[in-house]
């Protein structure tokens, strides 16, 4: 079986992140952000969404482990910003249903996708430049970042939340996910 960790940043939602793999018969544990790199045990891990990037603990770390990583909300701007690319302030903020186009059809994460996907997703923060080695995957008329990939090292990040039960087909993304995983 495989195990997908949660990394918990103190989200709101985090809980429902690792129900979703549970739900997809996933082994899944909560692990603290403060975490040291060599107790991490999964086949890959979710970065969860929360509400500040100075409070993502050690984050940038798990990045260097060698397995797939998923960052979501804050995750992927912790990603984004770890590895050289840029988070500034949104011009929306707040939490909305979002229409994301699919521009990569062939992304390992969400190129399975409707074209257009509503999801349900918070703008407060966003990535605004791709860090190198990333492709963009989806976007969107209120974030030009919506989704970013890079399958050779298997980091993968969406700017919208896959857990919650506004968002259309977020249950695909974790099964994407753990074929990545596997």
Request: charged letters at 25%.
């Amino acid at each position: 079986m495989v195990r997908i960790d949660v990394v918990d940043n103190h989200g709101q939602f985090t809980h429902l992140e690792q129900r979703a793999l549970r739900d997809i018969g996933v082994d899944t544990a909560l692990l603290d952000n403060t975490t040291p790199p060599e107790e991490i045990e999964a086949d890959g891990l979710v970065l969860s969404g929360g509400p500040d990037i100075a409070d993502s603990g050690r984050c940038a770390e798990y990045l260097d482990l060698e397995i797939p990583v998923l960052g979501i909300c804050l995750g992927m701007q912790v990603m984004a910003a770890s590895l050289g690319g840029q988070v500034d302030d949104g011009e929306y903020g707040g939490y909305a249903d979002v229409t994301v186009e699919i521009v990569d059809e062939n992304d390992p994460l969400v190129g399975s996708l409707a074209p257009e996907t509503r999801v349900w997703a918070s703008h407060a923060d966003e990535v605004t430049a791709l860090p190198r080695g990333f492709s963009l995957a989806g976007r969107s008329d209120v974030c030009a970042i919506e989704a970013m990939s890079d399958p050779d090292r298997d980091l993968y990040g969406v700017q919208w939340h896959p857990e919650v039960a506004h968002t259309e087909a977020g249950e695909e993304v974790f099964e994407n996910f753990r074929t990545c995983c596997e």
